[in-house]
């Protein structure tokens, strides 16, 4: 019997995000990130983006790139 996770049938897409949270200013999510595990934190990161309310597009060329700063900007709100 095979143990952890089933083989992959394609290769994952890998994201590196780097964020620099500042106290004062980004309090809620500092707080967040603390009560997660490190090795738990991307799947964290990925329920919540799940949970925002993120609307599919398709095509990011109907967005304007100032809209899409925006929609950043009130996730990390």
Known sequence: MARGRP???E?????HIH????????EDLIA???QVPP???ASALKS??????MQRSTS?????EEALDNAILD???
């Open 48 to 53: 919540a983006l799940r949970a925002g309310g």
């Open 60 to 64: 990011n060329k109907d967005a304007p």
């Open 11 to 15: 290769p994952a897409w890998e994201c």
């Open 39 to 41: 090795r738990r934190r």
């Open 75 to 77: 996730f990390l709100k």
């Open 7 to 9: 083989a992959l049938t």
């Open 32 to 34: 967040f990130l603390k």
């Open 19 to 26: 964020l620099r949270l500042r106290p004062n200013e980004d």
